[in-house]
């Protein structure tokens, strides 16, 4: 096999410990060396050192969780050519596993570049995707304790959810600081609500008729407190984005011209894609990165499974809602807004298709049932 880099290295990446392995092309002939690093800086700094005094000029390591991040950061100082890879791609034969024989074989393979480089966005494109990405455990983390308020609630019989829609909104939250205060009369707590509100006086007074006690009470404090704390938090996560949503600012705008897209999903999107789209070969290389289209599993001419990767696609991975697609004919995601005619032909397409699918699915039962009711000599008792 023809080789493609002569003097490559391997990282087998772990939480303390590093083991590098050098290979060296020179005359038909293959030499290694393999060193082992601690993950401290002065340590990485070493191995910098020492894969420069080495010649490498190709590096490649596993995506590791996130212990390849500190490697990651000191190599790029210097002049070489990193690559991550994924670790599913880059597995060793059965048998053979240990660190040095790892980083020998990652070393091997980048030799031959049989490793395919996974997307590592610049350092303001990762600010921002960390932000965002904090982001979206807090919005989880609230949503679990308002559920928690919420059984709190029901196990009192205080049926709120049941009359506001919102029971942290203006009149809910006045109804709950009220009864958190000690406050039980059911015709005291309605006549907090606010006057436009849909439920009547004495839906309200039944809905908050219930058994409030002192846990009770300590229980819907605590919830309250730590909603609280996650909204300040969520606020302060909101500014900083803004003050760094300044190089992103272009790509965010025409992204919400798209149907579906606000301003929320749309620095989501800049965070976790970029705005530099030549990194994407084409089209269905984003949409395929992205989890959002079947994968490739085909012998003997026959498709055996059209099912989506494992893990959470991007869609499904953050709060607002937000769809990637679009048609190969069509120009990158920044140069131009998607043309509504476009997309409203797609739209028609997809319909038509599925209408075919549920109409063909229909016919063959159909069918079956005829076939079923002409072989019956006598009706069925």
Same mark, same amino acid.
């Given at each position: 096999?023809?080789?493609?880099?002569?003097?490559?290295?391997?990282?087998?990446?772990?939480?303390?410990?590093?083991?590098?392995?050098?290979?060296?092309?020179?005359?038909?002939?293959?030499?290694?060396?393999? &060193?082992?690093?601690?993950?401290?800086?002065?340590?990485?700094?070493?191995?910098? !050192?020492?894969?420069?005094? !080495?010649?490498?000029?190709?590096?490649?390591? !596993?995506?590791t969780g996130v212990y390849w991040k500190p490697v990651w950061h000191i190599l790029s100082d210097g002049e070489f050519e990193l690559i991550l890879a994924?670790?599913?791609?880059?597995?060793?034969?059965?048998? &053979?596993?240990?660190?040095?024989?790892?980083?020998?074989?990652?070393?091997?393979?980048?030799?031959?570049?049989?490793?395919?480089?996974?997307?590592?966005?610049?350092?303001?494109?990762?600010?921002?995707?960390? %932000?965002?990405?904090?982001?979206?455990?807090?919005?989880?983390?609230?949503?679990?304790?308002?559920?928690?308020?919420?059984?709190?609630?029901?196990?009192?019989?205080?049926?709120?959810?049941?009359?506001?829609?919102?029971?942290?909104?203006?009149?809910?939250? &006045?109804?709950?600081?009220? %009864?958190?205060?000690?406050?039980?009369?059911?015709q005291a707590l309605a006549s907090l609500a606010h006057r436009r509100i849909h439920a009547s006086t004495d839906e309200l007074e039944a809905a908050l &008729?219930?058994?409030?006690?002192?846990?009770?009470?300590? %229980? =819907?404090?605590?919830?309250?407190?730590?909603?609280?704390?996650?909204?300040?938090? %969520?606020?302060?996560?909101?500014?900083?984005?803004?003050?760094?949503?300044?190089?992103?600012?272009?790509?965010? !705008?025409? =992204?919400?011209?798209?149907?579906?897209?606000?301003?929320?999903?749309?620095?989501?999107?800049?965070?976790?894609?970029?705005?530099?789209?030549?990194?994407?070969?084409?089209?269905?290389?984003?949409?395929?990165?992205?989890?959002?289209?079947?994968?490739?599993?085909?012998?003997?001419?026959?498709?055996?499974?059209?099912?989506?990767?494992?893990?959470?696609? =991007?869609?499904?991975?953050?709060?607002?809602?937000?769809?990637?697609?679009?048609?190969?004919?069509?120009?990158?995601?920044?140069?131009?807004?998607?043309?509504?005619?476009?997309?409203?032909?797609?739209?028609?397409?997809?319909?038509?298709?599925?209408?075919? =699918?549920?109409?063909?699915?229909?016919?063959?039962?159909?069918?079956?049932?005829?076939?079923?009711?002409?072989?019956?000599?006598?009706?069925?008792?």
């Open positions: 096999m023809e080789v493609l880099h002569a003097h490559c290295a391997g990282l087998d990446v772990h939480k303390d410990s590093v083991v590098a392995c050098v290979r060296h092309m020179a005359d038909s002939k293959v030499t290694t060396g393999v &060193r082992n690093f601690k993950t401290t800086t002065q340590e990485l700094m070493a191995l910098s !050192e020492w894969l420069s005094a !080495e010649g490498a000029t190709h590096i490649a390591m !596993e995506a994924n670790a599913a791609h880059v597995k060793n034969v059965p048998g &053979r596993k240990t660190d040095v024989n790892d980083a020998m074989w990652l070393a091997d393979l980048m030799a031959h570049g049989l490793i395919r480089a996974s997307f590592v966005p610049d350092e303001p494109t990762q600010q921002m995707r960390d %932000l965002l990405r904090t982001r979206k455990q807090m919005v989880r983390e609230r949503s679990s304790h308002v559920q928690r308020f919420q059984k709190t609630l029901e196990d009192a019989n205080i049926k709120l959810d049941s009359v506001v829609t919102d029971i942290l909104g203006l009149s809910g939250r &006045r109804i709950l600081e009220a %009864l958190i205060a000690g406050q039980t009369m059911p &008729r219930g058994r409030v006690t002192k846990h009770h009470r300590f %229980l =819907l404090k605590l919830h309250l407190d730590q909603i609280d704390a996650f909204d300040a938090a %969520l606020a302060r996560i909101d500014e900083e984005v803004s003050a760094n949503v300044e190089p992103f600012r272009a790509a965010i !705008e025409l =992204l919400t011209t798209i149907p579906g897209i606000n301003a929320l999903s749309a620095q989501v999107l800049v965070s976790e894609i970029g705005i530099d789209m030549s990194r994407f070969q084409t089209a269905g290389h984003l949409i395929s990165w992205a989890g959002l289209c079947p994968r490739n599993d085909e012998s003997a001419g026959k498709r055996r499974s059209t099912r989506m990767k494992k893990g959470r696609t =991007l869609a499904e991975n953050h709060a607002s809602p937000m769809r990637l697609g679009r048609r190969p004919q069509e120009e990158q995601l920044f140069a131009s807004s998607v043309p509504a005619t476009a997309l409203t032909a797609w739209l028609q397409e997809s319909h038509l298709r599925r209408c075919r =699918l549920h109409a063909n699915r229909r016919l063959a039962y159909a069918q079956k049932r005829h076939l079923l009711r002409g072989s019956r000599t006598k009706p069925l008792r």
